[in-house]
């Protein structure tokens, strides 16, 4: 899942419908990606390919194959697309928020229920799939195709031995973000750009629903008493933990979603999410459906936090320019 998506600072009300979505955002996000997407691709391996027994088995497999570049494979895609993911999703967080407090209070400045920002989240969540689907098939099959060693692997000839004959080495499937898209969509149909979809509504959903949930419940245990809103070190340390609980929720369909998308550049094996779901405890035992989630939690805290330090820090220069 990208990063979750961070509720306005301590300048707003971090409960209130009316917090807005500014340009800040777009930044934030960026650099939540930017940060998180190394542990990203290696959870992502770690997910679809048994063949790795741990975290630093998958990092010097990557490393040795690909070097530093095999741990950004896909990452222009996610980057570019984050803006408008992250500005759709807000959004909707927001307008859905107003709403239902202009429907149950009276007002839309109405002071929200918890009912009421679980709900709103959940909405959030929902609506993002339909923009972020695509990109993250196109991710997924980047960061697990197969690619060949480097020169210097262990697949080298020996000096002084007689070079083996040479003999053609297909290059990946994909050479980018774009291609892959292509081909997803000209070998699958539609259908192909949407594969995990299901999963990534049951992810997507509840996960976010607990993000909003705890980070307004946590905002309001570190207001300190005779403030109405919490530090920028509250701020900061509610998000990373809301990011934590958020994926905690969210890796078992993040599990099953990783294995439906990925399932598609050989032979299928999944005919669909319960398949995927029954295949994979039967094979692996229950304890697949929580792979990555160790790098999912170490990976949340810190973008979190980055996301909310690049969005502070852009909404102080925003307000040094205007005035």
Not at 107 to 124: E, F, N, Q, R
Request: with cysteine.
């Amino acid at each position: 899942m990208p990063v979750p998506l961070a509720l306005a600072p301590c300048s707003e009300d971090h409960l209130g419908p009316e917090m807005a979505a500014p340009p800040p955002h777009s930044l934030s996000g960026v650099c939540g990606v930017a940060v998180g997407y190394p542990l990203d691709t290696v959870k992502v391996q770690i997910q679809t390919e048994p063949k790795y027994s741990g975290i630093w088995h998958c990092v010097r497999d990557t490393y040795r194959r690909e070097r530093v570049r095999g741990f950004y494979r896909g990452l222009s895609l996610p980057v570019c697309t984050v803006s408008l993911v992250s500005s759709v999703s807000f959004g909707t967080y927001r307008h859905c928020l107003a709403h239902i407090c202009r429907f149950r209070y009276g007002s839309a400045d109405a002071k929200p229920a918890k009912t009421d920002v679980t709900l709103s989240g959940c909405a959030s969540g929902l609506v993002r799939v339909f923009l972020t689907s695509p990109t993250e098939v196109a991710k997924v099959r980047l960061q697990t195709q197969a690619r060949r060693p480097s020169a210097s692997g262990p697949s080298a000839a020996p000096p002084g031995c007689p070079a083996p004959p040479v003999c053609p080495v297909p290059g990946p499937k994909y050479r980018g973000p774009l291609h892959c898209l292509a081909t997803v969509a000209r070998e699958e149909g539609l259908r192909g750009l949407y594969k995990g979809s299901s999963a990534l509504l049951l992810r997507d959903g509840h996960s976010f629903a607990t993000y909003f949930l705890s980070y307004a419940i946590l905002c309001e245990w570190l207001t300190p008493a005779s403030h109405s809103q919490p530090d920028v070190l509250g701020v900061l340390l509610a998000g990373g933990c809301a990011g934590v609980l958020a994926w905690a929720v969210a890796t078992p369909m993040d599990v099953i979603k990783s294995r439906l998308q990925a399932d598609g550049q050989g032979q299928r094996r999944y005919r669909g999410l319960l398949h995927c779901v029954v295949t994979s405890v039967r094979e692996e035992g229950p304890r697949v459906l929580f792979k990555g989630l160790a790098l999912n939690c170490c990976r949340a805290f810190p973008v979190n936090m980055v996301v909310f330090v690049a969005y502070e820090a852009a909404l102080r220069l925003g307000r040094g320019l205007l005035t």
